[in-house]
């Protein structure tokens, strides 16, 4: 199991970036592919960004592939999220995620097994 504790959401104008991190306890996170997803108020959960064991295959959501970055430090045990060119429509929670059960980078939630609590991200105009 491994804790996920998110940082680095908060209040942005639109076209602006934030960065968001993701630290995580334990010594197997490079075991684990990280991804992050986003909840917007009454919609559903949706895969943004993951990155596999080692960094080198990553996964994006259409709506931010060329504006987000996701990457990972497996010496400080944490992903990031680079957002940059932010949307409203990119407002949200905003959460990470860990899982070992599959290959490559999964994109849906029930592929992973352990959740951060989340960080809310408000793009305003």
């Known amino acids: 199991q491994v804790q996920l504790v998110e940082s680095g959401g908060g209040l942005v104008q639109a076209g602006g970036s934030l960065r968001l991190s993701c630290a995580t306890s334990?010594?197997?996170?490079?075991?684990?592919?990280m991804g992050w997803f986003r909840q917007a108020p009454e919609k559903e959960r949706e895969f943004v960004a993951g990155?596999?064991?080692?960094?080198?295959?990553?996964n994006y959501a259409d709506s931010v592939k060329g504006r987000f970055t996701i990457s990972r430090d497996n010496a400080k045990n944490t992903v990031y999220l680079q957002m940059n060119n932010l949307k409203l429509e990119d407002t949200a929670v905003y959460y990470c995620?860990?899982?070992?059960?599959?290959?490559?980078?999964?994109?849906?939630?029930?592929?992973?097994?352990?959740w951060g609590q989340g960080t809310q991200v408000t793009v305003s105009s």
């Open positions: 995620a860990a899982g070992v059960a599959f290959r490559g980078v999964p994109r849906t939630p029930n592929a992973y097994n352990d």
């Open positions: 334990g010594r197997t996170f490079s075991r684990y592919y």
């Open positions: 990155a596999s064991w080692g960094g080198a295959i990553t």
